[in-house]
T-cell receptor
Framework: SQTIHQWPATLVQPVGSPLSLECTVE??????LYWYRQAAGRGLQLLFY??????ISSEVPQNLSASRPQDRQFILSSKKLLLSDSGFYLCAWRRDTLNEQYFGPGTRLTVT | KQEVTQIPAALSVPEGENLVLNCSFT??????LQWFRQDPGKGLTSLLL?????REQTSGRLNASLDKSSGRSTLYIAASQPGDSATYLC???????????FGQGTTLQVKP
């Protein structure tokens, strides 16, 4: 069976500090990978998606970036965090367009 | 641009009642529609996936229908229980990258 992991579960960081959130998927190969953000009072917003190693597409211009160094690893980064980066970050995967999308447990980020 | 709307935003019902959650989308050219459940502070749990060629899907006490031509989906929950209390989200896939476009969700409270 497939599982998806995210860490850390929670993170409190000061403004201007760097960020690295990691997501890994087990039990499948060549998944499509996604990063979403859920901000307080707002819906889920797609940030990045990847259809293969080194292939990253950005949905929303911001100070975040993503990388996919391995087939089942997806990393969300920032060089300098802003207050507006606070939120709940969710990683997801799917085999292809016609299959279900599965979500990880999320990372709660608070920028102070 | 695809937009997804869920009505009502919140719903409170007594235990045992049957209920319907609504989801509408503006562009009928979808690949599929997926219903999720989100408990407070948690990730998303997939409930049902309906392909664009299907009319409905069932899982236990849950039944989801899809009317692509009118841009509507409903999630029917039979014999509601307090454990069904959560936020329910619907999302559609409109591109071949598999990215989801979410509604704002319906927060359900089932009272014992």
């Amino acid at each position: 069976s497939q599982t998806i992991h995210q860490w850390p579960a929670t993170l409190v960081q000061p403004v201007g500090s760097p960020l690295s959130l990691e997501c890994t998927v087990e039990g499948t190969s060549n998944p499509n990978l996604y990063w979403y953000r859920q901000a307080a009072g707002r819906g889920l917003q797609l940030l990045f998606y990847s259809v293969g190693i080194g292939q990253i597409s950005s949905e929303v211009p911001q100070n975040l970036s993503a990388s996919r160094p391995q087939d089942r690893q997806f990393i969300l980064s920032s060089k300098k965090l802003l207050l507006s980066d606070s939120g709940f970050y969710l990683c997801a995967w799917r085999r292809d367009t016609l299959n279900e999308q599965y979500f990880g447990p999320g990372t709660r980020l608070t920028v102070t | 641009k695809q937009e997804v709307t869920q009505i009502p935003a919140a719903l409170s019902v007594p235990e045992g009642e049957n209920l319907v959650l609504n989801c509408s989308f503006t562009d009928s050219a979808i690949y599929n529609l997926q219903w999720f459940r989100q408990d407070p502070g948690k990730g998303l749990t997939s409930l049902l996936l309906i392909q664009s060629s299907q009319r409905e899907q069932t899982s236990g006490r849950l039944n989801a229908s899809l009317d692509k031509s009118s841009g509507r989906s409903t999630l029917y929950i039979a014999a509601s229980q307090p454990g069904d209390s959560a936020t329910y989200l619907c999302a559609v896939v409109t591109g071949n990258t598999g990215k989801l476009i979410f509604g704002q969700g319906t927060t359900l409270q089932v009272k014992p």
